[in-house]
């Protein structure tokens, strides 16, 4: 990063990973307009923190990113859209983007879960290959991101990045733990959709055993009704 880069905002640091997350993962949309841009950074799924922002606060995020030369306008559209710039002006390669896209989008990672989550952007071989260019990234001057200590009970470090500024590491590690006995909101949602799955699956197994006893002249219990 060079020396005359601000910090960024939380917001402008999530517009600048919606459009290089986007620019890898929907290339057919890419530049990105204003609109298509608010509802990257308002998507509920792989964001942390989930934000709900207006065009109006995506657009004051954009001017700031434009001044710092990290987005640019797109040229031959009819319609305003937006590119990165943030490979050039970092000096970074792809594979670096890649990490640094996921912690800008999704918070504090561990080595495995950045690999995973990274993997649309760039496939990385094994974990030893992220650390390098984690490794790479913190060793910059000023660094780009941060090995966090580990919280109580975790065998494994996480990352940050520093596009905002130093992080509290206490501070970090307390807003990214759930409360105890609590569950996220995706794995909630996995679980609803489970329960979902199973109860109609139990539904047509009773009406197949009703329809199999009636036609066999047999009683059967039906059991609790709905």
Request: proline share 5%.
């Amino acid at each position: 990063m060079t020396q005359s880069l601000r910090d960024l905002t939380p917001l402008e640091a999530r517009v600048l990973g919606v459009l290089v997350e986007k620019q890898r993962t929907v290339p057919d949309t890419y530049p990105l307009s204003l609109n298509a841009l608010a509802a990257g950074c308002n998507q509920k799924t792989a964001r942390y923190p989930v934000m709900s922002v207006t065009e109006s606060d995506v657009q004051t995020a954009i001017d700031g990113l434009k001044r710092l030369s990290l987005v640019m306008e797109a040229s031959s559209s009819r319609v305003t859209r937006y590119e990165h710039n943030m490979n050039r002006v970092l000096g970074i390669p792809s594979q670096s983007a890649a990490l640094l896209t996921v912690l800008l989008l999704r918070g504090p990672q561990t080595v495995a879960e950045l690999r995973l989550n990274a993997a649309r952007l760039h496939s990385f071989a094994d974990n030893s290959s992220v650390e390098a260019f984690l490794d790479e990234l913190a060793a910059r001057t000023p660094a780009l991101a941060i090995k966090l200590a580990c919280s109580p009970g975790e065998r494994e470090n996480r990352w940050m990045h520093l596009m905002c500024g130093e992080v509290s590491v206490e501070q970090m590690a307390a807003a990214r733990e759930p409360a105890e006995g609590s569950v996220a909101s995706s794995e909630w949602e996995t679980l609803k959709a489970e329960q979902k799955r199973l109860a109609d699956e139990v539904a047509r197994l009773r009406a197949f055993v009703e329809r199999m006893a009636g036609e066999l002249g047999i009683s059967v219990d039906p059991g609790p009704q709905d």
